[in-house]
């Protein structure tokens, strides 16, 4: 038990995936686990525990941001010993090839600013998935016939963003989408020896002004989830 889990020890997988909505996470427990159950609620964050096909896994709720998801990351490696650890989310589409409903694999995650910035002073820290994570996803959504954008993301550290000559920068250099939690994720895990992928689907578009539906988004966030699950296991 942590300040901000209250699970036992054991009551967690190896593989955690971390929608950003805990809501989301009971909608995925619920909808891709046998013998879910519930194994965190502080303070409204939901953490489940079940098996996928044969394999234990757990869905972790992490909140909104980098601040909240490092809270989540960090305890879920010290005090229950994750090895593995995927966001599983929603992004803006940056790219005019990149539509609404595709998937991203996040092989870079870039960003202004984060919570482990300060550590490393004037080093720009380049934070990068698990090559294995990313290769497996990649197969995993193929053989669904799904073909993913992988590249580089943003990880913003602001959602109503004032800065559009920033987000011009990011569309040049050819960052696929916009998010806000990937850049920890990934720097977190590799401080911690750990594997981390992010694979998002995209619910809206920057330049476009398109959004997904609200009815359409629990279909098109199962694909995201399935190849967050595959690509664990693989």
């Known amino acids: 038990m942590t300040v901000h889990i209250g699970a036992k020890k054991g009551d967690f997988a190896e593989t955690v995936l971390m929608p950003g ?29 079940g098996t996928w096909n044969g394999h234990r896994v757990s869905i972790q709720g992490s909140g909104m941001g980098m601040p909240s998801l490092s809270i989540y990351a960090n305890e879920l490696i010290r005090d229950f010993d994750a090895q593995t650890l995927i966001r599983i989310g929603s992004c803006g589409g940056m790219q005019p090839e990149v539509k609404v409903r595709d998937v991203i694999i996040a092989m870079t995650a870039t960003s202004v600013t984060t919570p482990s910035s300060t550590m490393f002073k004037d080093v720009n820290f380049a934070p990068t998935a698990d090559w294995t994570l990313l290769r497996n996803a990649v197969a995993a959504a193929e053989a669904q016939g799904i073909r993913p954008h992988v590249g580089g993301i ?5 959602f109503y963003d004032e800065r559009p000559d920033l987000n011009e920068q990011m569309v040049r250099h050819g960052v696929l989408g916009v998010e806000m939690e990937a850049a920890e994720l990934y720097t977190v895990a590799a401080r911690h020896k750990r594997r981390a992928l992010a694979v998002l689907t995209v619910s ?3 330049q476009t002004g398109e959004a997904l539906p609200s009815e359409d988004r629990e279909r098109s966030f199962g694909e995201m989830v399935e190849i967050a699950l595959a690509a664990a296991f693989a």
């Not at 809501?23 to 619920?30: F, G, I, L, M, P």
């Open 204 to 206: 809206d578009h920057l």
């Open 154 to 158: 943003y990880s913003s550290d602001t």
């Open 21 to 49: 909505d805990p809501y989301r996470a009971k909608w995925a427990a619920e909808t891709f686990l046998s013998d879910a159950r519930l194994v965190n609620d502080v303070r409204g964050m939901l953490g489940y525990t």
